[in-house]
């Protein structure tokens, strides 16, 4: 029984982690698939405007969760940043259905829900705190799951709250929703999550907020999240490839990009879990080589496809792949500033960002000098680079200590 469900899982703090992460990922999975629909169609916005809404979004989330996370890790506990941010979540969705204006839709998206969106680095970094004392294998294993239940909700969410508002003439009700998930997610955290009394770390986490910017952007930490990166654009590239592919040269129905969608999130849980085992037992940057190099393998093949079937039978690659590289690279990310749990979680959102960023130039990039098709191929270079680049890091910092003790 142990093998279907390892002992970290039953720490009651890493366990509550997952719930909350859940929840968390409930509210994403409620509203990003409509977003834009509420955003354009509905409240007005341009898409000139909605784009740089996304981008600044995203740039602002990045920055909060550098400042929470080190915040965090300053005051010794996760729990209090961890209340506010879910605050701000409700707020956020709550505003956009109780006064669905296209103003209110900018400010939202602006302040409350990228404070909201820090939850994830918290939630990780809280789940991180937890493992202390623990095998790097068993953090492995932790982060794993914890990343899995993700996914979960992207596999049943999206669906059930298309099917509840099928009938309705706006989408704003997915926004009420997702306020109610916040909700939820604040009630796991203030009642199911363990409370941690400040500990020792407290004493050597003196970092200011700017010098914690500064941190994150030196050279040895920007240098790695850069091959991270690399490796990570593959997915928001293929998020935009594969329905293009799809219904273009692979003459396909818009309703295959869903099924295809569905299925592979569906593989990646399951398989999230196998390369924990496999990390394991190999080691963590082994088994993120071979997830990165079977999804280059699945891009170069997806530029390719020219029937339906062609990508039903990529889908086993897909999620094979996708699972290694959504769920080692959080570990190796926390591993970069390990002392500080918080602040090294919030590597997880500035890699988010930095990949998305990638994977935009990548993509404009590609299609200019060739088709869809030619950027998947050229989507599978990326990812390797940033393998080569991490491998070329792993190398030069086994010689470094080599070469330090040579007379």
């Given at each position: 029984?142990?093998?279907?469900?390892?002992?970290?899982?039953?720490?009651?703090?890493?366990?509550?982690?997952?719930?909350?992460?859940?929840?968390?990922?409930?509210?994403?999975?409620?509203?990003?698939?409509?977003?834009?629909?509420?955003?354009?169609?509905?409240?007005?916005?341009?898409?000139?405007?909605?784009?740089?809404?996304?981008?600044?979004?995203?740039?602002?989330?990045?920055?909060?969760?550098?400042?929470?996370?080190?915040?965090?890790?300053?005051?010794?506990?996760?729990?209090?940043?961890?209340?506010?941010?879910?605050?701000?979540?409700?707020?956020?969705?709550?505003?956009?259905?109780?006064?669905?204006?296209?103003?209110?839709?900018?400010?939202?998206?602006?302040?409350?829900l990228p404070i909201f969106g820090a939850l994830n680095s918290l939630l990780f970094?809280?789940?991180?705190?937890?493992?202390?004392?623990?095998?790097?294998?068993?953090?492995?294993?932790?982060?794993?799951?914890?990343?899995?239940?993700?996914?979960?909700?992207?596999?049943?969410?999206?669906?059930?709250?298309?099917?509840?508002?099928?009938?309705?003439?706006?989408?704003?009700?997915?926004?009420?929703?997702?306020?109610?998930?916040?909700?939820?997610?604040?009630?796991?955290?203030?009642?199911?999550?363990?409370?941690?009394?400040?500990?020792?770390?407290?004493?050597?986490?003196?970092?200011?907020?700017?010098?914690?910017?500064?941190?994150?952007?030196?050279?040895?930490?920007?240098?790695?999240?850069?091959?991270?990166?690399?490796?990570?654009?593959?997915?928001?590239?293929?998020?935009?490839?594969?329905?293009?592919?799809?219904?273009?040269?692979?003459?396909?129905?818009?309703?295959?990009?869903?099924?295809?969608?569905?299925?592979?999130?569906?593989?990646?849980?399951?398989?999230?879990?196998?390369?924990?085992?496999?990390?394991?037992?190999?080691?963590?940057?082994?088994?993120?080589?071979?997830?990165?190099?079977?999804?280059?393998?699945?891009?170069?093949?997806?530029?390719?496809?020219?029937?339906?079937?062609?990508?039903?039978?990529?889908?086993?690659?897909?999620?094979?792949?996708?699972?290694?590289?959504?769920?080692?690279?959080?570990?190796?990310?926390?591993?970069?500033?390990?002392?500080?749990?918080?602040?090294?979680?919030?590597?997880?959102?500035?890699?988010?960002?930095?990949?998305?960023?990638?994977?935009?130039?990548?993509?404009?990039?590609?299609?200019?000098?060739?088709?869809?098709?030619?950027?998947?191929?050229?989507?599978?270079?990326?990812?390797?680079?940033?393998?080569?680049?991490?491998?070329?890091?792993?190398?030069?910092?086994?010689?470094?200590?080599?070469?330090?003790?040579?007379?």
């Amino acid at each position: 029984m142990s093998r279907l469900f390892p002992a970290v899982f039953r720490n009651p703090a890493i366990r509550a982690s997952m719930i909350a992460i859940f929840t968390f990922g409930m509210a994403g999975a409620m509203t990003a698939p409509y977003r834009s629909i509420i955003g354009i169609r509905e409240l007005g916005l341009s898409d000139g405007l909605y784009s740089f809404l996304a981008f600044a979004s995203a740039a602002v989330n990045v920055v909060i969760s550098i400042l929470l996370g080190n915040l965090a890790d300053r005051l010794g506990e996760y729990r209090s940043a961890m209340i506010g941010a879910c605050l701000f979540g409700i707020v956020g969705y709550g505003m956009v259905y109780a006064f669905p204006t296209a103003a209110i839709f900018i400010i939202s998206g602006l302040l409350p829900l990228p404070i909201f969106g820090a939850l994830n680095s918290l939630l990780f970094a809280n789940a991180r705190a937890a493992m202390h004392g623990m095998s790097r294998s068993d953090m492995v294993t932790a982060n794993s799951g914890v990343r899995a239940t993700i996914s979960l909700s992207w596999v049943l969410i999206p669906g059930i709250t298309g099917l509840l508002l099928s009938g309705a003439s706006s989408m704003l009700p997915a926004y009420l929703f997702a306020a109610i998930a916040c909700l939820l997610c604040q009630g796991i955290i203030l009642f199911a999550l363990p409370k941690r009394a400040a500990t020792e770390m407290t004493a050597v986490h003196h970092l200011t907020y700017l010098g914690a910017l500064r941190q994150v952007i030196s050279p040895r930490i920007s240098a790695h999240v850069a091959g991270v990166a690399l490796i990570t654009s593959t997915l928001h590239l293929n998020d935009a490839l594969l329905p293009l592919i799809a219904t273009g040269a692979a003459h396909g129905a818009l309703s295959d990009v869903g099924i295809l969608v569905g299925i592979v999130a569906l593989l990646e849980i399951v398989f999230i879990i196998v390369w924990s085992r496999i990390a394991r037992e190999a080691g963590q940057m082994t088994a993120l080589a071979a997830g990165t190099i079977i999804y280059a393998v699945f891009l170069c093949l997806l530029g390719f496809a020219s029937q339906p079937w062609h990508l039903y039978a990529l889908t086993l690659l897909a999620g094979i792949g996708a699972a290694a590289i959504i769920s080692i690279p959080i570990t190796y990310l926390q591993d970069l500033i390990a002392d500080r749990p918080g602040l090294g979680s919030a590597l997880i959102s500035v890699n988010i960002f930095a990949s998305a960023g990638i994977g935009a130039l990548v993509f404009a990039a590609g299609t200019y000098v060739t088709g869809y098709s030619g950027t998947a191929v050229i989507s599978a270079v990326t990812g390797l680079s940033g393998m080569a680049l991490l491998g070329l890091l792993q190398r030069r910092n086994a010689v470094a200590p080599a070469d330090a003790g040579v007379p």
